[in-house]
Structure formats: structure tokens, C-alpha cells
């Protein structure tokens, strides 16, 4: 029988096709392996050809080179000019299109896949992350401040030099506005975080858990709306992702990094997408929010009934991916 | 600069990337053009082969033949059989997997496409639908009926032969249960079907207008997630789908037709969903709710920043949109 499992963070129904899912095996990408080569003239993020994007915000040196550099989105989705500005007449509500837009190159190499690189590499980003994060959130003009990673086609990207991206958009969503509401419900109903209180669980279940390291914890939520999607999730109650300390930010370089290698290691380099939820910042502190990275693998593609019903079919059993991924060496 | 737009339907925001927007021709499929044979031994749909799936639920016959088959589905992702059955412990809530999920066959013809049937034919596609509607919705395991079409790969489907889905789950979903509290809170703020009110918006602008039937208009709406989609929405304010009258689901049969012949012409067959967002049947006649039908064409990937912000790019623009499909031939 087919089971319905109820997403406590997200209020998401998922249908659990536990009769017609798939074995793990069966989602390793069929894909030719594509040979990247480690440096591309064309490439706008490649060594030498920084003149291709505009002026770095952030650059980690190396003896005679970089290696971390962040610069404004060429093709940003908004103006980082520009004041902010809102108009409200009738039903129709629009605000100008300013904020942040950035790409965080992670490496100089164009073929070094992240799962790839070492921790101490991983450890830059995630500093990058933070430091540009701080960055949008000082913009008066910004609400939001979303960073996320498309990697493979299937997740939105076409170019192969690993980088991710951080958007500072000048309202709240009501995914975010919503999720947060939620949350404080949860809280006043019953005096705990809900997210600490998923994580609790989670560890005592024990059957979804990917990873554990000193700060974090990597595992299928109960109700993944899609195979293999997982959290990494920070052990202490912290609301903003800026609110992470040093020793936390190198931790979750380890974990983000073994996680990337499962996939890449396990499912043959999955196409995926990752993104950082966080409470906006002029919620640092809250104690109802709790901040984490979420991963979702490209692996299935959402049809009419998603569209239609809000509900997703996860054609896989979240256990069973979680006992798979733990087998893969990291 | 580009431009934020507000869906007062949905709540959402979506970015309208007004400068590097695309222009609608970039739109139009690449792909080779696949010849279908209006016969295929294998599917399971095609006149011939009906031992392929389970016995027909609706027939609609022709001499000798028929012209809709409905039949539950072979691979049905709720079982049809069982007891509606909740469990709650702690923060897990489960249901059983329970409900309808069947396919309405929508004409004997491998590969003769929606867009391209005769208007008859889709008529007898629409009261198929609202049969099996009716039907579903008296399962008294049922809460929430989703009428859908995937027409393509992108759009989730790899069977050729036209084809549409219903599901009735024994949920409402939090998208929809959100977006009926929304409709709630403007009617009891303004005394207005927020639904009839973007009708009348729409209708005075005209700039997002793409057809007006005698019951019904298909627009673009102003904040569009994606490009070239559509709502064909009924003039007459209805809450649940099987309010519809005789006249009415000719009308809209006709409307559907001619919308998807627009897509087909104009964009070279792209792949689409459609589904029909409707109140739950408990909710017949009330005011603050008004169903649709909703057309997604699937010309672009959702990617991190989508999933990470809750929050869509739209690459082209509403207005333009609905200027090209205004001058295709239907």
C-alpha cells in the first residue's frame, strides 16, 4: 500500500510509492562519462579570462593566482542599481528589480567537480558563502538572501565550472514567509524549535541518517519529496545562516563535501541542485527558525500532478536511499 | 530593469527579467519533428489492445469501437482498495495511500495530438472528465480531486498516445488549503472573488488576453511564473469544476482546443501540462473560490534559485507572450 508522509517543517504531503519504487541502483545516471578538461579558453571563469566577467568582489589569493573569486552576475537576474521602489494600485502589486546577484567560483580548475576538491578548498567557499551572505544582508534594499548551486543540465545549468550563486531579492517569498509562520506556531503550541525537534528525532530513528560530524547532520527527511534528496543540518539551534562560527563553518565544508561525494561516488554524478534556507536576518536569533542546507538530486522530473496538486510522488523510499548512501565511501 | 510582479491568486513573486528578456520565437522548438503512427501494436492505449489495462470505468462507444476509454490506472499511485486509515505519533502523520487514480483515453488515435482533434472529440474529453470527476469526488475517502495532462518528456510523460489523469487523494494539500484561505481573506476584506476581480482586470487591460469564448478567457497572467503560460478561466463565477453547465463545457472544449492548437502552430508542439484547479467538493458555491484551468508549457528548468527562494525567473514577457499566440492561426 502506497503511504502518505506529512512534511512537519513544510506542511507537504508526499506520496510514498513504496509498492512501484525504484531500488537505489536504479537511479545511477546511465550517462556517458563526459570528459572535462581542467582549463577551457572560453570559459568566463577559468584563470586569465577574468577580464569575461566584471570586477571580483571577493577574491581568496594564491601564490600568483586565486583560489576563490566572486564577481557581480554578468547576466544578473537584478539591478544592483538602482533604489527600491514599490507600487500598489488595484490588484496588481510590482517592485523594481534591485538587489544582489554574485557567482562564487569555487575553484580555478574548470573540470574539478565539487565533490571533488579538497576540504580545505570546500572550507573557502563556505567562507566565500558567509562573507558575501554578511554582504546582501547589509543592503538596505534586500529581504532575502537566498545561495544556491546548479549542477548538470537537468538542474538548470549549462556552464561546467564549478560555482555557485547568491540572489539578495528585495521582498520575502511566501514559501519563506510561510515556512516561518509555520514555525512559530510550532513554537508557541510547544515550546521548541521544530527543526531541533526533527533533528532529535531523526537521530534516534537513525534509519535516514547519511552523515554525522561534530556540528552537523546529514539525512533523508521522513516525507523527501524526491529521491535522495537530503539536509544537512546544523546540531545547534541557530536561526541565520551568518550565526555559524568558525569552527561550525570548517565542519560543514567536511560534511557538504563527503555528501557531494556519496552522490557523485554512488549515483555517478548526479546532476543536482543545492540551496541554504535561512531565516531572513532581521530574524537573527528567533528561536522558532532553523537554518540548513537542503540538496536535491535532478533525478525525476516533476509532471502535472506536482503542478497541479502540490503534492510530489517520490517513486523511491527514503530508508532505502539513506542505507544506500551510507555504504558509499565518502 | 527588470521588474517584480505579485500573484494575488497565489501570493507568489516572480521575477520578469524585462532586459535580457527573450523574444517568443526563441521560444519555438528545435526539435525534429518525430513522425507518430496513428497505430502502435505495444501501447496500451491504442483500440485493439485493451487487455493491456484494467477494465474501462467509461466508454464512449463508436460503431465498432470507441472514441474515450477511461480505465484506472495499471500503475495507479493510490490504491484503489483499502480503508482510508490516519496515523499521528509525536511529529509523524501518515495516511494510507488510498484513493483514484485513472486515465482517460482521449481518442483511439496513437498520434493524432489534442490540438489537432475535432472539437467534438474534445467535448466528449471534457465530460469525460467531468464523469470521472463526480466520481472520484463521491469516494468518501476522497478530499481532493487533480485532473491533469502531460504531453512531452519535459512534461513528465513518455507514452505518445494522448492521454489525461485524474487523482483523487484522500488530503487537501497546503497549496491548495493556502490558496483557498487567501481567496477567503480578500473576499471577507473586500467582498470580491479575487478570481472574478483578475478577470475583470484582465479583461480591461486586454494586453494579456488570448482568446474570449463565450464562457471563457485564456490569458497570461500579469505574473506569470513561466513563459507562455496560461489560465482559461470561466466567465461565470463557479468554485468546483463540476458546477459547470452543458453550455459551458462545449465552450470550454472549444477553448481548450483552440489554446492548444495555438501552443502547437506557434511554438512547434511544445511539451505542456495542464490541470484543472478547482475547490474541493466539500467547498460547492462558495464565493471566495473560482476554478480554472491552468497550461504550463515546460520551455524552461527550474533551478536552484527557484527551489531555494520559492521564487521563479520568467524569461519573457506576459505581454508579448499573449501579442504571439493572439496571431496564430487556431
Same mark, same amino acid.
Given at each position: 500500500m502506497p503511504e502518505l508522509r506529512y512534511n512537519i517543517l513544510t506542511r507537504e504531503w508526499v506520496l510514498i510509492a513504496t509498492e512501484r519504487a525504484k531500488r537505489p541502483e536504479d537511479f545511477v545516471a546511465k550517462k556517458e562519462k563526459k570528459q572535462i578538461p581542467s582549463?577551457?579558453? $572560453?570559459? &568566463?571563469?577559468?584563470?586569465?579570462? /577574468? *577580464? #569575461?566577467? &566584471?570586477? $571580483?568582489? *571577493?577574491v581568496v589569493p594564491a601564490s600568483g593566482a586565486w583560489r576563490i573569486r566572486v564577481t557581480p552576475n554578468k547576466y544578473a537576474a537584478l539591478s544592483k542599481d538602482g533604489e527600491l521602489r514599490r507600487f500598489a494600485q488595484g490588484i496588481r502589486r510590482t517592485v523594481a528589480g534591485v538587489g544582489i546577484h554574485e557567482v562564487i567560483v569555487e575553484t580555478p580548475e574548470h573540470g574539478r567537480t565539487t565533490a571533488l576538491l579538497d576540504d580545505s578548498q570546500v572550507e573557502l567557499i563556505i567562507e566565500a558563502y558567509l562573507d558575501r551572505f554578511r554582504y546582501a544582508s547589509a543592503d538596505? *534594499? !534586500?529581504e532575502q538572501v537566498t545561495i544556491f548551486k546548479n549542477h548538470g543540465e537537468a538542474a538548470g545549468?549549462? #556552464? /561546467?565550472h564549478p560555482h555557485s550563486q547568491i540572489i539578495g531579492t528585495p521582498v520575502v517569498t511566501a514559501q519563506l514567509r510561510d515556512r516561518l509562520a509555520n514555525a512559530a506556531a510550532h513554537y508557541d503550541e510547544f515550546g521548541e524549535c521544530i527543526f531541533c525537534r526533527v533533528l532529535e528525532v531523526e537521530l534516534k530513528e537513525?534509519? *535516514?541518517?547519511v552523515l554525522e560530524t561534530d556540528h552537523f547532520v546529514a539525512f533523508v527527511p521522513f $516525507? $523527501? #519529496?524526491? &529521491?535522495?534528496s537530503m539536509l544537512i543540518m546544523p546540531r545547534r539551534h541557530m536561526s !541565520?545562516?551568518? /550565526?555559524?562560527s568558525d569552527p561550525e563553518a570548517a565542519d560543514l565544508a567536511c560534511a557538504l563535501r563527503r555528501i557531494l561525494a556519496t552522490l557523485y561516488h554512488g549515483l555517478a554524478d548526479p546532476d543536482f541542485n543545492y540551496t541554504i534556507r535561512t531565516a531572513p536576518t532581521d530574524h537573527l536569533g528567533v528561536r522558532y527558525y532553523h537554518w540548513y542546507l537542503s540538496i536535491i538530486p535532478r533525478l525525476t522530473r516533476v509532471a502535472g500532478f506536482e503542478l497541479g496538486a502540490g503534492m510530489f510522488i517520490n517513486v523511491s523510499l527514503p530508508e532505502e536511499n539513506a542505507a544506500f548512501l551510507r555504504q558509499v565511501p565518502m
Open positions: 582549463y577551457s579558453p $572560453a570559459c &568566463p571563469f577559468c584563470p586569465g579570462n /577574468e *577580464r #569575461l566577467t &566584471p570586477p $571580483a568582489t *571577493r538596505p *534594499r !534586500v545549468t549549462s #556552464l /561546467e537513525k534509519t *535516514r541518517i $516525507a $523527501a #519529496l524526491t &529521491p535522495f !541565520v545562516f551568518s /550565526e555559524m
